[in-house]
């Protein structure tokens, strides 16, 4: 029997009625503070492999309530695509298109060991900080505001609710398309798991941030990458009872400002994000979604998405208002907003997903809503078998990119690439592009190169000889042509 040498760091738990200023989503008055140990497993004279930065398999013991629990944390490494970018805009509106190094990131999934029902969500960029469930309940862990401290908080879900915030809208109303399957009770769907009721779909997801966004985070860039990136780990964790697998394949920054009119109106400001994606975003880059997210107080709504229109080029599309500090709530609404491109419909009081909140709920309150329910797997089975959308049929190839170094504007950028200067975080003279599937040699490939090779029944995808990205094939994954969408029954959200 191979020997395992542990190796693990000081453990402190104790409850604490704190105060909200040392927690970073603020508004948490009731938590544990707890120091995580760190599990490391190692066999006795095994070699060591090369140092990452951020293990592929990792484990942490705290306590909970007074019980120890471990956590056990597997790389999310299907969270970025293969060819996954990052654009942001320079002071004079050019486009800045750049392929950071994902591989080796500091996303998680896990579960709570001896806990066969418990599921985790984590990012370790900066101590530990995302979500985990134990017998049923939802917790949420994030380090504290202490200087030179490991100390971190772990609070159930529902604290971190304003207890005087009022409900707000999703805002859909009614939907274009009607399910003809009846609901099926929670029973009938016990007998098959959730994940082998459905074959596995992936959508590549692109989040707008808009300049609102930019503005909210102090131009940082790198704090609304973060931010993104754990939102959208979390909302992989909600997809899998669907067995759909979302795929980050690129985040914009609006730095320089909006692209697009982005008014507190969601409706309106949704249909020119359509508008813009089939005219431009599409174009630069292969996608089957896009989200906005933005800064901008919608009007009585924190959600907006048009319903069954998943690979619809114009249609396929949601926004979401970041209207909480605690990444969940924020992942949950774009969950629910995706949902409905999905042809998902808001849940009714007959609907169950077996805890007291569902991603669909027509009202989510302070209970946690990661979870679809029944209704929501009926609503999700008849548009697949009623619409079949194309272009969720093929599995995106995980990134496998090189790392490269940091440039100034703290964007990552090539330093060794002669199309770049580093100096400037601009491309050299004469250069078009510095990098991507249709860049060679700081030239865009000229138009009819296959940039992606097609798979199953899809088609190739060319390089167009004006972007250093792979654009989308206008005939992949094509709708019945559709008027302006309806949306589905208003819900309420948080």
């Known amino acids: 029997m191979i020997q395992v040498l542990l190796v693990t760091i000081c453990l402190a738990v104790f409850p604490y009625q704190g105060s909200s200023k040392t927690l970073k989503s603020g508004n948490v008055n009731d938590y544990e503070v707890v120091n995580?140990?760190?599990?490391?497993?190692l066999p006795v004279g095994a070699f060591k492999q090369p140092e990452k930065k951020h293990e592929d398999a990792v484990q942490y013991e705290f306590e909970v309530n007074?019980?120890?629990?471990?956590?056990?944390?597997e790389k999310n490494k299907g969270l970025f695509s293969e060819d996954y970018s990052e654009t942001h805009y320079s002071p004079d509106g050019r486009e800045?298109?750049?392929?950071p190094p994902v591989e080796d990131h500091c996303y998680y999934h896990g579960r709570i060991k001896n806990d066969a029902d418990s599921t985790a969500s984590i990012s370790t960029c900066n101590g530990l900080k995302g979500f985990f469930t134990l017998r049923g309940e939802?917790?949420?862990i994030e380090p504290l505001k202490v200087p030179d401290s490991e100390a971190h908080a772990v609070y159930k879900y529902e604290d971190g609710k304003k207890k005087d915030e009022a409900p707000k809208m999703c805002g859909v109303t009614q939907t274009n398309w009607e399910s003809d399957e009846p609901i099926k009770k929670t029973s009938q769907l016990a007998a098959t798991s959730e994940q082998q009721r459905f074959d596995p779909r992936h959508i590549q997801l692109i989040i707008s941030a808009d300049h609102a966004m930019f503005v909210k985070y102090n131009?940082?860039?790198t704090a609304i990458?973060?931010?993104?990136?754990q939102i959208v780990n979390d909302m992989i964790v909600m997809y899998r009872d669907?067995?759909?697998h979302i795929t980050l394949a690129a985040l914009e920054i609006w730095s320089n400002g909006d692209l697009i009119t982005v008014t507190s109106s969601a409706p309106t400001t949704l249909r020119s994000f359509g508008e813009w994606r089939e005219r431009d975003l599409l174009n630069r880059r292969t996608h089957d979604n896009a989200q906005l997210l933005t800064a901008v107080h919608l009007d009585n709504l924190i959600g907006y998405g048009f319903v069954g229109t998943m690979c619809d080029p114009k249609w396929s599309v949601g926004i979401t208002e970041d209207h909480s500090t605690i990444h969940l709530w924020v992942a949950a609404t774009m969950a629910h907003e995706m949902g409905h491109n999905l042809g998902i419909n808001h849940d009714g009081n007959q609907c169950n997903c077996g805890a007291a909140g569902c991603i669909m709920s027509a009202i989510?309150?302070?209970h946690p809503s990661y979870q679809f329910s029944d209704c929501s797997m009926n609503d999700y089975q008849s548009y697949l078998t009623n619409h079949n959308p194309q272009c969720i049929l093929n599995q995106p190839l995980r990134t496998d990119t090189v790392s490269t170094p940091v440039s100034g504007n703290e964007l990552l950028q090539n330093s060794a690439n002669p199309c770049y200067d580093p100096a400037t975080c601009q491309p050299t003279e004469g250069a078009d592009c510095a990098s991507g599937p249709c860049c060679h040699d700081c030239k865009f490939l000229k138009e009819g190169t296959i940039c992606k090779r097609a798979r199953g029944d899809n088609m190739h995808d060319y390089c167009n000889g004006k972007t250093c990205d792979c654009p989308r094939n206008p005939h992949k994954g094509e709708h019945d042509p559709m008027e302006w969408p309806a949306p589905a029954k208003g819900s309420v959200l948080m």
């Open 66 to 73: 007074g019980e120890p629990v471990v956590l056990h944390l």
């Open 36 to 41: 995580p140990q760190k599990i490391t497993g």
């Open 96 to 99: 800045i298109t750049t392929n």
């Open 219 to 221: 131009s940082d860039s």
């Open 138 to 140: 939802t917790y949420l």
């Open 242 to 244: 669907l067995n759909i």
């Open 364 to 366: 989510i309150s302070e």
């Open 225 to 229: 990458t973060t931010w993104v990136h």
